[in-house]
């Protein structure tokens, strides 16, 4: 809009948009538009489809490393178990609609059949409230420490299942994404072939057995998802490399 006279009196008059402002206005409507169903996912192919989101880091390594003792929960490393409110609060200020969110599964359940949904429900429950929608991760490279041989237990893909499937019908209707784990190949290659994470094995074989556990327990996770609610979107994410050189004699490399 701009100012100028019409009809030799004050007035406004309305000018369109140019294509940037259009596209920076489409944006900003998208920020806090609702995630797709599954039933809607077309709607991702659409020529101004773009969704803003933000996260917060969530790895969870639940068994010492031998040669440090050291474990990592990214939450207590850096208070958010304390300050998850405060957290929540500075996520929604963004103005985004969606925000990727690990829940500890080491903490839900401390024990084999010992469940323990009082952080899940309060942090997920806040999202909701501020109105931006969970994009739940539910394994972000560590389980807990009591399934021996972690991705490699036999039980694994059940166990794994049994948890989604149990958090999934708690948020029945209210959430409807999640990602079953966190970049498979990068657990794979931590856990399976440099052997820093559980079960802590080396070398190709190593890769290979812990790969085969993942894609076993996200099979059966999205068979878990979708028993409870067929419009939740199983949203997968890994990361690759891409390595660039300005040295010609490198290129091959």
Request: glycine share 10%.
């Amino acid at each position: 809009r701009r100012r100028g006279r019409a009809g030799g009196g004050e007035g406004i008059v309305n000018t369109p948009p140019r294509l940037p402002e259009r596209r920076a206005e489409a944006a900003q409507a998208n920020m806090m538009e609702a995630l797709p169903k599954r039933s809607q996912l077309a709607r991702l192919s659409e020529p101004d489809a773009f969704w803003w989101a933000t996260g917060i880091e969530d790895t969870f390594i639940t068994e010492p490393w031998h040669l440090t003792g050291r474990t990592l929960d990214e939450y207590e490393l850096t208070g958010h178990y304390e300050r998850w409110r405060e957290d929540i609060g500075l996520v929604a200020e963004l103005g985004v609609g969606a925000a990727r969110y690990g829940v500890p599964w080491h903490r839900i359940q401390p024990a084999p059949g010992s469940w323990d949904w009082d952080f899940a429900d309060r942090t997920l429950g806040r999202l909701l409230e501020l109105g931006v929608e969970p994009i739940v991760d539910l394994v972000h490279y560590g389980l807990p420490p009591w399934i021996e041989g972690a991705y490699c237990n036999p039980a694994y893909p059940d166990l794994v299942a049994e948890y989604a499937g149990r958090l999934a019908e708690r948020f029945k209707g209210r959430i409807f994404w999640y990602t079953p784990l966190n970049e498979p190949r990068v657990t794979a290659w931590y856990c399976g072939r440099l052997g820093w994470w559980p079960p802590f094995l080396r070398g190709w074989p190593g890769f290979v057995a812990v790969v085969l556990g993942v894609c076993r327990g996200i099979v059966r996770t999205v068979e878990a998802l979708r028993a409870v609610d067929r419009e939740i979107v199983a949203a997968h994410v890994d990361a690759t490399d891409l390595f660039d050189t300005a040295d010609p004699a490198l290129e091959d490399e």
